[in-house]
């Protein structure tokens, strides 16, 4: 029989006030309107204000490798000061629902979540891209096919639109970028 932590706590006590709140204020506790369910029923707020710091960066890097990771390669990987808090930020996302642990002591990614801090990355295999870059790409691909097509009969309008809004989609996916949290 296991020992309930007193972190364990915090949180199903979170999820309760926020289960409750919503019901008082007539809303339904589900979260069907997002891309995925949240383990355990835990409220997207629950889940965004434990996945954080390094708790977050241990979750990024387990995103990005995509392979069973021990305590000892996060703690090299994030510089971390001991395996000991290494473990917590593993234990911390195993009880999120977000890992679980195989009989040789690794963790492996098994939910995919989509918090506020990563909502403006796409996921595309094992990069995260700012979802920005896919509007900087059409709008510089239909630039350059507009000039490219009506060489001696542009449209100055046409030419000045297409290019604002390349820069304005460039300068928003490098914003971006520079803001990533990992």
Request: aromatic share 12%; with cysteine; proline share 3%.
């Amino acid at each position: 029989m296991s020992k309930k932590t007193s972190d364990d706590s915090d949180v199903e006590k979170g999820a309760d006030r926020e289960v409750t709140r919503r019901s008082e204020r007539g809303e339904k506790a589900s979260h069907s309107a997002r891309k995925t369910s949240f383990p355990a029923g835990l409220p997207s707020n629950v889940v965004d204000s434990e996945l954080r710091g390094r708790t977050l960066q241990a979750y990024l890097y387990m995103l990005k490798n995509a392979k069973p990771i021990g305590v000892r390669e996060l703690q090299r990987a994030l510089a971390l000061s001991s395996p000991s808090v290494a473990y917590h930020h593993l234990e911390k996302l195993e009880r999120l629902g977000l890992v679980e642990k195989d009989e040789y002591g690794e963790y492996a990614l098994i939910k995919n979540v989509d918090i506020n801090v990563l909502q403006a990355f796409s996921h595309i295999g094992r990069l995260l891209v700012p979802r920005f870059i896919f509007y900087a790409m059409f709008f510089t691909t239909l630039l350059v096919g507009y000039i490219l097509i009506f060489r001696g009969d542009s449209n100055i309008f046409a030419i000045a639109f297409g290019i604002f809004s390349c820069v304005f989609a460039w300068y928003e996916t490098l914003r971006t970028w520079r803001k990533r949290p990992f």
